[in-house]
């Protein structure tokens, strides 16, 4: 078993910037490839950004690049989540999730594809 648990989310004004974190605890050891999703009310839950077990290989939404920035530390068993550019679209539940998986390159984008999810952090971007 892994636990997420996101940190970070808040209110900021549009254009601003904020950064996610995302601790792993539990039976990390490193096997597991990482991402963020978000869900605003009445919406589906969507991909922000993914990176593989070895850091090495991103992905991200189409409205996110350029402005989001995935990264994570494996000796702390934290992913990160720079946002900048913030707009108000963006506002929404932001989640964490795990994915088990041997292969160390390889990111996932969907939804089904995730073991373990965290509770999540608010963001709000104000206009």
């Known amino acids: 078993q892994v636990q997420l648990a996101e940190s970070g989310g808040g209110l900021v004004q549009a254009g601003g910037s904020l950064r996610l974190s995302c601790a792993a605890s539990?039976?990390?050891?490193?096997?597991?490839?990482m991402g963020w999703f978000r869900q605003a009310p009445g919406k589906e839950r969507e991909f922000v950004a993914a990176?593989?077990?070895?850091?090495?290989?991103?992905g991200y939404a189409n409205s996110m690049k350029g402005r989001f920035t995935i990264s994570r530390d494996n000796a702390k068993n934290t992913v990160y989540l720079q946002m900048n550019s913030l707009k108000p679209e963006d506002t929404a539940v932001y989640y964490c999730?795990?994915?088990?998986?041997?292969?160390?390159?390889?990111?996932?984008?969907?939804?089904?594809?995730?073991?373990?999810w965290g509770q999540g952090t608010q963001v709000t971007v104000s206009s």
């Open positions: 990176i593989s077990r070895s850091g090495g290989s991103t």
């Open positions: 999730a795990a994915h088990y998986t041997t292969y160390t390159s390889r990111y996932y984008s969907n939804v089904e594809d995730y073991d373990y």
């Open positions: 539990g039976r990390t050891r490193g096997w597991y490839a």
